[in-house]
């Protein structure tokens, strides 16, 4: 479904992403891990369009993404849910779901409303409550349920339990399971290493922008050494520092 090929990502003579290549198939997860600057948002950022690539191809369901707008890459089905939430804190939960209806057009939505409701109840019992008066975890479902409204083909989520009680970690990946035992495609980057690579089958390990690892997460998992030596602790711990990647070399 998903095919990256010698991508490079600059912002100006920062290369925060180089020779990154890598294929997801349909109803498949994949999870990028690193440490902060390692290149994992970049590298969502250029599949989405929020940043032109310098270099490389990628080809989303036999399409060439690469110089298309953002608008149109997520009208072939590609959703972000971004790090850092990005909500419309002044509009209700349902306008700020209905944002993300563009693939649907006018046909559809209230399908799309009824299954986002269902698998996230609580934004149905807060869908006239403003975005910006909910709590840090019903936000982060909510930026969820705004890129399922439009039945994406594949959904990225980066840092998804960033800034969360350990309580509303595990509800959101609860639903994101729901999601992939549904067969939905999902690429994964999660700053907890542990976390994201018993949810994804497959995980691919960065580390200044290239990819020094890849592989079946489970056996991933066993090779602390190997882990250790480009995530510190978080083979050991299960977590690594929380922090936000820094803007333009993440």
């Not at 018993?198 to 990819?211: K, N, P």
Request: hydrophobic share 40%; proline share 4%; charged share 20%.
């Amino acid at each position: 479904m998903l095919c990256v090929k010698d991508l490079e990502v600059r912002y100006g003579g920062i290369v925060a992403a180089s020779g990154v290549s890598f294929e997801l198939k349909k109803g498949e997860s994949l999870s990028l891990i690193g440490p902060n600057g390692a290149g994992k948002t970049s590298t969502l950022r250029a599949i989405s369009g929020l940043v032109p690539p310098a270099h490389g191809e990628i080809t989303f369901d036999g399409k060439e993404l690469v110089n298309l707008p953002a608008y149109r890459i997520a009208r072939c089905g590609v959703a972000l849910v971004p790090e850092g939430r990005h909500l419309f804190g002044p509009l209700t939960v349902e306008e700020n779901l209905l944002l993300g209806r563009q693939r649907l057009g006018s046909h559809g939505v209230s399908d799309g409303l009824a299954m986002v409701f269902d698998m996230l109840p609580k934004l149905k019992e807060r869908r006239a409550q403003k975005a910006g008066s909910l709590s840090g975890g019903e936000q982060q479902m909510l930026v969820i349920g705004r890129a399922l409204i439009g039945q994406p083909k594949i959904i990225m989520l980066d840092e998804p339990s960033m800034g969360l009680a350990p309580q509303m970690v595990d509800l959101i990946f609860e639903v994101l399971a729901r999601l992939k035992s549904g067969g939905q495609t999902i690429l994964l980057v999660e700053q907890n290493a542990r976390l994201a690579m018993t949810f994804a089958e497959r995980t691919i390990v960065l580390s200044v922008g290239r990819i020094v690892m890849q592989g079946l997460s489970a056996d991933l998992l066993t090779q602390h050494e190997v882990i250790d030596a480009y995530l510190g602790s978080i083979a050991t711990e299960g977590s690594m520092d929380g922090g936000r990647e820094g803007h333009g070399t993440n």
